[in-house]
Each structure stands twice: as structure tokens, then as C-alpha cells.
């Protein structure tokens, strides 16, 4: 079974830029990388602590990659693959979106489901 969470105007997101997107006990980042939309769990795979929490950008400073806040770490925004720090060659854990042309359906593990409004 799955809880549906509405997130109003992710499809207006703008490229290259991510949201912190927290539902129930989980935390997620969701970015737009060339068009698409795309999901990750906000934690890395190095210490499993978020890499960055509301307060905090979840890109680095120039806007080209996801930055874990606690060790520097630096991951694609398209695949969330580590490119440099404490775990380079680990990934950050994709969440799967379903896609139509106006619904963006974010299916999460752990009975959260929730849809991308735009």
C-alpha cells in the first residue's frame, strides 16, 4: 500500500535546480536535469546521513552537482553517482518516476508514494 503526496509545481521546476522535498520520515531530492525529473533519497551513501536538509542548497556552488554538506561529497544529478569525496563510485538511491503530462508519480519504497504537480 502506498501514501500519496501531492507536491505542487515540481513540473515548473527549473532546470538544473533541486528541491528538498521531505515526506513522513524520509527525505528526498528531486532535480531537473535536461527536461527530466528525477528523485533521490537525501542520503549518502557514505555515513547515511542526509546530505543536506532544508536550510542548506541541495547543488554545489555552481550548480552542477548534488553536495553532501557533511563531507564535501559531489554526485551526478543525472545517474547519482559520486564523482569525487569519501565515496566515489557509490550512487545515490533513485526513486522511480512515472511520467505523464501533467502528473509526474514519484513510486517510493517503504509505502510512500507521492505525485509531482506542475
Not at 527536461?35 to 546521513?49: S, V
Request: some cysteine; overall charge positive.
Amino acid at each position: 500500500m502506498f501514501n500519496k503526496h501531492l507536491i505542487p509545481n515540481a513540473q515548473n521546476l527549473p532546470e538544473g535546480q533541486a528541491l528538498n522535498i521531505n515526506i513522513e520520515k524520509c527525505s528526498f531530492l528531486v532535480t531537473k536535469q535536461k527536461g527530466q525529473i528525477i528523485a533521490y533519497e537525501n542520503l549518502c551513501p557514505h555515513q547515511k546521513k542526509p546530505l543536506t536538509w532544508s536550510s542548506n542548497p541541495a547543488l554545489d556552488d555552481d550548480g552542477d552537482y548534488l553536495k553532501c554538506h557533511h563531507h564535501g561529497a559531489l554526485f551526478s544529478p543525472a545517474d547519482g553517482s559520486c564523482i569525487t569525496g569519501p565515496c566515489q563510485g557509490s550512487h545515490l538511491k533513485k526513486q522511480p518516476l512515472v511520467l505523464s503530462r501533467v502528473i509526474a508519480t514519484c513510486c517510493l519504497p517503504k509505502a510512500v508514494n507521492f505525485y509531482l504537480f506542475g
